[in-house]
């Protein structure tokens, strides 16, 4: 199982919430979409993927401006 975490960047304590895909949903496709509300005022997210709840093995580590990525691997 792989696990998210979204962070919004300057460490403010307002975390967006994931819209797609579901928490602990499991997929089983090549192309994930990961989508979450915005953030007052935020400038980027670090938008964090993880094959294990305690983010020892990150898989996916990437800034984005927007709200909305597309891993495709």
């Keep these: 199982m792989k696990y998210l975490i979204i962070l919004y ?3 403010s304590f307002i975390y967006p ?9 499991q997929l089983n496709t090549t192309h994930v ?3 979450w509300d915005q953030a007052p005022n935020a400038i980027d997210y670090n938008l964090q993927v993880s094959s294990s709840p305690d ?5 996916v580590d990437i800034f984005e401006s927007s709200t909305l990525y597309i891993e495709k691997s």
């Excluded at 919430?17 to 949903?25: M, N, R, T, V």
């Design 9 to 11: 960047l300057f460490f």
């Design 55 to 59: 983010f020892n093995n990150i898989l």
């Design 17 to 25: 919430a994931l819209i797609q895909p579901e928490p602990f949903s």
């Design 33 to 35: 979409l990961f989508e």
